[in-house]
């Protein structure tokens, strides 16, 4: 049997040398416009309104009876 006495990495040593470009590269991250999620934020808001004053129309309900009921 034959022994080996290179070290493990005397390989290593034989590969190519990273370059800069490899080792500084970072990508720039792509945002996507947020003009969808503005519109459903938007639409959220909208529904909630409707829900709220729709609860006050069909309940007979006014500003000043909930006021009173606060209080």
Do not use: C, R, W
């Not at 991250?29 to 909630?48: A, C, D, E, H």
């Amino acid at each position: 049997m034959e022994q080996n006495t290179e070290s493990a990495t005397s390989n290593v040593k034989n590969t190519e040398p990273n370059t800069l470009n490899d080792i500084n590269f970072a990508k720039e991250p792509i945002l996507s416009t947020p003009i969808p999620n503005v519109i459903m934020l938007g639409l959220f808001f909208i529904s909630i309104l409707a829900i709220i004053i729709s609860g006050y129309i069909h309940g007979h309900m006014n500003i000043s009876a909930v006021y009173k009921n606060l209080q």
